[in-house]
């Protein structure tokens, strides 16, 4: 089911906002604190939209009002839904800072009327079997197809921050592409997309998460590649 129709006006301002905003971001290196822009209640015809991920989708290192989910909702002026499911230190298999996985997330988040249902990562999964890894994959993406029968199911694999990633993320990448295409969802690539390699200002001082900007540059690269 594709996503309702679009305010091209309103989008075009929102857009203008966000390049000037990220602009200033890039320009001090993730330490901007700009106000976030303010949530839009959905509209009754909203496009729902469950995300499952780890920090990089959580605001780690800035706040959850600047993940790019949070992000994505408020540039979408209540024309699409989304619900940030997303947990700093867990993955498929990785269980994060409060005890969640990728699989008992999206047991908890899928909804009948989702329209799609959003997977990101996760490099916290570096290290894994890969069988298991694999397992826990086909395992979250099954209840994810039970849970909400009519949703897009999408797989977004680790993104990497130079073009020459460790063998332990390009396997991660392997196990969750390979997963995808058994269960029948669709794959992002972010490390095929070069996503971060050669840009500046979009990752924080951790080296690890995205700043601001970065946060606002998975905002759109999301939108693009879910065809938001």
Known sequence: MAPP???PFARAAF????????????????L????????????ADAFHVVVVGDSLSTGYGTSPDFAWPTLLSAEE????NVVNSSENGDGFLAVGDD?????????????????????F?????????????????DEALQTARTSSPKAR????GPPSYTADPEPERVAVHDTLEAAAAREGA??????????FVGLDGLVGPDGVHPSVAGQYYLRDEMARALGL
């Not at 901007?32 to 509209?43: F, I, K, L, M, S």
């Not at 990562?121 to 994959?137: F, I, K, T, Y």
């Open 15 to 30: 857009a203008l906002t966000a390049v000037a905003l990220t602009g200033a971001a890039c320009a001090t290196a993730g």
């Open 186 to 195: 669709d794959f992002v690539d972010p490390i095929a997309q070069e996503w």
């Open 153 to 156: 199911l999408v797989v977004v």
């Open 121 to 137: 990562g996760s490099e916290n999964d570096m290290g894994a079997d890969d069988s298991e890894l694999g397992a826990a994959v």
């Open 77 to 80: 002026m209540g024309r699409v």
């Open 5 to 7: 129709p679009r305010f």
């Open 99 to 119: 005890n969640g996985t990728f699989v008992s997330h999206v047991a908890e988040a899928a909804r009948p009327d989702a329209q799609m249902v959003v997977f």
């Open 32 to 43: 901007w604190r700009a106000p976030a822009p303010a949530a839009v209640p959905p509209r």
